[in-house]
């Protein structure tokens, strides 16, 4: 009489665990990889956000600033080109508000993850804002 071996299942549901677990770890990791990607970008977004408020607040209109008597007005339309110029070689899109002496830059982009197109997430959108004010200081003292 044969005996017929029969297929031991004893290690399947380990095999099934396993697999489950690394699955899961694996999209952990994923995960914080792509979020600090997108952290990465967001703090870029918004240091061109700051320096493109600074460019901008460096374009004074020299006419209304001698016919004011020394106060500070911002050349609008300069500083919104400066402004927009500098966003776009940081390859990003941005909005300019002037506000008086104040400019206020909002600049957009998106981070494209590496590891969460798996579940669908292509791209993450990102902002940054920054404003800068243009002032007449003289010897360290606003006037």
């Known amino acids: 009489m044969t005996t017929r071996r029969r297929y031991d299942e004893r ?6 665990g396993t697999v489950l ?3 899961v770890f694996t999209l952990i990791l994923g995960i914080a ?3 600090s990607g997108q952290v990465q970008t967001k703090r870029q977004a918004h240091e061109v956000a700051a320096q493109a408020a600074r460019i901008a607040g460096q374009h004074l209109d020299a006419d209304r600033f001698l016919d004011s008597g020394g106060r500070v007005r911002l ?3 300069a500083a919104r080109t400066a402004a927009m110029g500098y966003i776009s070689e940081a390859s990003m899109t941005g909005e300019v508000t002037i ?3 104040d400019v206020t830059v909002t600049v957009t982009a998106r981070y494209t993850p590496v590891i ?3 579940v ?3 791209t993450l959108p990102v902002t940054g804002t920054a404003t800068a ?7 360290g003292t606003e006037r």
């Open 11 to 16: 290690g399947s549901v380990l095999t099934t």
């Open 116 to 118: 969460l197109p798996i």
């Open 33 to 35: 990889v792509d979020l």
């Open 21 to 23: 677990l690394v699955t």
């Open 133 to 139: 004010r243009a002032v007449r200081a003289l010897g």
């Open 99 to 101: 506000n008086g002496t």
């Open 75 to 77: 050349s609008s339309a």
């Open 120 to 122: 669908g997430i292509t």
